[in-house]
């Protein structure tokens, strides 16, 4: 089953930044193209439904040099960096990981990136599709911090998929095998300077090889990693949102992000509508950027959330090109940002921004789509391994 791109073409032309890998991950027979942080992102080489069982069976290799690293240094570096954060950074030791969020004055998410801790002020947030770069910079400007703010010649590639843990032994050696999930490591291999890191976009066993000089290696790690990869059947795909809706993970620019549409009131959901409120600690010593306003609304609540939804009707193979409205005699009330067929689960599985009365599990909504309205039933998310157990296995 192929998606049917009839859409008008993305030029490629020097206005979007090609990643370190984009000539190699070209010739595999990219599909189709996203971009990100003005990046081509590529995004399917197979069809979408045979690209989720290579990752869920196997081991896959993705492009995401889109995933650009603010680098964040010098004597206040963990100062900054934890200004920028909700999550308290003091529980973050030198050589882990951890998914955080950046919220703004009005406890707004700007970016949900996961940091790697490379020193006691050395930082990486490795972002999704959004000026953190920028912000950071800005703040930094105007906190009077002695610390250097860029970003490095740095790019990711995912290797995601239960073989995974054997192609990265064959990489890097039995050492890859006693990191844990959410830490990381340096490297090197054939020459090249890494950093590893136990984390990924699936919800399955997966790495993040972290490249340095990444514009000039890029060409030699992809295939460095190709070659290793033929004895345990790698494959080369994009992202795979089946399987990361299967997750619960949430998009920044879709599922959290609400300044893309006409729907919203141009303002971000915060960490306590789209369930992320574990990420922030309001007892911190630390005056992170938006602490005033996250008092408050954990003191309050709020008045919407994002919940996870099945979805009835036929399936849902490939994007859908407009939020799906979630309506109330007739009125929209809501919209459901990402909607998948699960091979697994046999069933339409997504994430829908409701208002709090049906919050709720067991609730039901209309959803309007071009072919009309359908039923949608709140259910707990993720939908697949909750306590994230096959990634930490």
Known sequence: MRIPYDNPRIHMYTRIRKSPYFYASRRHGVQSYTVCNRMYHPRHYDDPIAEYWRIVNDVTMWDVGVERQVEITGPDAFTLTNMLTPRDLTKCAVGQCKFVLNTDVDGGIINNPVLLRLGENHFWLSVADGDVLLWAKGVASQAGLNVQVGEPDV??????????????TELFGDRILDMKYYWMDEFELDGMS?????????GEVGYEIYLRNASRDGIKLWDTVLQAGEAHDLAVIGPCQIRRVEAGILSYGSDIALDNNGYSDYAFLNPYEVGLEYTVDLDQEADFIGKEALKRISAEGVSRKVVGVEIEGDPIVGYFEDYLQVVEDGEQIGQVSSAFWSPRQERNIGFALVPIRYAELGSKVAVRSA??????VVVPKPFVDPKKETPKA
């Open 155 to 168: 790019a990711p590639v995912q290797i995601q998929g239960p073989k995974s843990k054997a192609l990265m």
């Open 194 to 202: 890494v950093v590893v890191g136990r984390t990924g976009y699936s």
């Open 371 to 376: 072919k009309g309205e359908t039923t949608a």
